[in-house]
T-cell receptor, first 114, second 109 residues
Framework: KAGVTQTPRYLIKTRGQQVTLSCSPI?????VSWYQQTPGQGLQFLFE???????NKGNFPGRFSGRQFSNSRSEMNVSTLELGDSALYLC?????????????FGPGTRLTVT | EDQVTQSPEALRLQEGESSSLNCSYT??????LFWYRQDPGKGPEFLFT???AGEEKEKERLKATLTKKESFLHITAPKPEDSATYLC??????????FGKGNQVVVIP
């Protein structure tokens, strides 16, 4: 069974640009969550999507947004990039239904903002 | 605001030397406490979910326990392949997830 995949794996962007990251969940999983991981702040919850609807949201500014498609694939967008957005962005999937974090993570996208 | 504190930050163990990792938390309406393992350059791997005080879960050399204020991850007779960062997270009443900074464990052969 294929795991969670994320593309691209590495990305370099300039301040002020925007970026879109993609996540394909495990087949049959309907919930996708996104996280930001930095050495200073650790892992922080961005948001969770289930059946194309944002079900939960963390404490991040509106520059961070996401969506989920009918096939459960999800994208995350960051607009007007700042240097502090440099991080590993992880997505995770689970079956869904009741919100739970028994989830499977992808390898992450390493974003560097210069 | 939910808070999760893990201690110690880093731990070096001799192979076979058992130890425990601590995760203390403050959360509004705990719905679940989760343990993950993360290897360098990889995403976290789910280990356990605990829902209520007194609950225990085991997997190979790992055992997780939960009280009303903290959780412990006990590593019994560790092997070098148990070297990793162990992450604790809590799900609050609004279904948001808050992580601790992790316990970095190195097991020396």
């Amino acid at each position: 069974k294929a795991g969670v995949t994320q593309t691209p794996r590495y990305l370099i962007k300039t301040r002020g640009q925007q970026v879109t990251l993609s996540c394909s969940p495990i087949s049959g999983h309907r919930s996708v969550s996104w996280y930001q991981q930095t050495p200073g702040q650790g892992l922080q919850f961005l948001f969770e999507y289930f059946s194309e609807t944002q079900r939960n949201k963390g404490n991040f500014p509106g520059r961070f947004s996401g969506r989920q498609f009918s096939n459960s694939r999800s994208e995350m967008n960051v607009s007007t990039l700042e240097l502090g957005d440099s991080a590993l962005y992880l997505c995770a999937s689970s079956f869904g239904g009741q919100p739970t974090y028994e989830q499977y993570f992808g390898p992450g996208t390493r974003l560097t903002v210069t | 605001e939910d808070q999760v504190t893990q201690s110690p930050e880093a731990l070096r163990l001799q192979e076979g030397e058992s130890s425990s990792l601590n995760c203390s938390y403050t959360v509004s309406g705990l719905r679940g406490l989760f343990w993950y393992r993360q290897d360098p350059g990889k995403g976290p791997e789910f280990l356990f979910t605990l829902y209520s005080a007194g609950e225990e879960k085991e997997k190979e050399r790992l055992k997780a326990t939960l009280t009303k204020k903290e959780s412990f991850l006990h590593i019994t007779a560790p092997k070098p392949e148990d070297s990793a960062t162990y992450l604790c997270a809590v799900q609050d009443g609004n279904n948001r997830l808050a992580f601790g900074k992790g316990n970095q464990v190195v097991v020396i052969p």
